[in-house]
Structure formats: C-alpha cells, structure tokens
Nanobody
Framework: QVQLVDSGGGLVQPGGSLKLSCAAS????????MGWYRQAPGKQRELVAV???????NYADSVKGRFTISRDNAKNTVDLQMNTLKPEDTAVYYC???????????????WGRGTQVTVSS
C-alpha cells in the first residue's frame, strides 16, 4: 500500500507565505512525478506545480514567480513554498505522485487527502 500525507495548510493574510509538505510512504519502487494540485469551491481541480525525478518543474501561470516546488528523492517528499499569497489561491491543495510499486508494475496515480489553504484578511 502507498500513502501520501500532505500537510501545512492554514489561514494566512494576503501577501503572506505558507509551506506545504507531502511525504509518500509504503511499497514504492520509484516515483516519476510529484506535485501539487488545488481545487477551489465550485471549480475543477487544477495543476499548481509538478517536479520530475530529474528535477524538471512545471508551474501554473497563475503561481509562477510566487510558488516554488522542491523534492527530496531520497525521502520521497515534495514541498511547495507559497509566497505572496492572494485570496484567489484559496483552495484545498492535494499532493500527487505518479509512481511504481515494483520494477514490473505500471505507473499509478496517487493522491493525498488534501490540506486547506485560506488566504483572507
């Protein structure tokens, strides 16, 4: 079994910062991509930022220059440093990992339970 535990959300004022963390554990052979998605009320889940095993990153245009994703391959963790937060960043943030549980298994998509980020004065 594989488990993703995401944490670090909370209430912050506009312009503030938060850091989200996610740890993957269990029967993991390799993790191809780790990242963060978010879902605001009444909206579809959207990509925030992802990072590949070799360190390549991709960000949503709305967070470029404000958010930074980082990954520790040895620990199977991924962090999201969020700066200059705006009210429109308010959402539930979900950790995601695309991984193999063995050398012969296909890639599977796993999700954390989500952590609430609220940006409000």
């Amino acid at each position: 079994q594989v488990q993703l535990v995401d944490s670090g959300g909370g209430l912050v004022q506009p312009g503030g910062s938060l850091k989200l963390s996610c740890a993957a554990s269990g029967s993991i052979f390799s993790i191809n991509v780790m990242g963060w998605y978010r879902q605001a009320p009444g909206k579809q889940r959207e990509l925030v930022a992802v990072v590949t095993e070799d360190g390549s990153t991709n960000y949503a245009d709305s967070v470029k220059g404000r958010f930074t994703i980082s990954r520790d391959n040895a620990k199977n963790t991924v962090d999201l440093q969020m700066n200059t937060l705006k009210p429109e960043d308010t959402a539930v943030y979900y950790c995601n990992a695309i991984l193999q549980t063995s050398s012969t298994s296909p890639m599977f998509n796993y999700w954390g339970r989500g952590t609430q980020v609220t940006v409000s004065s």
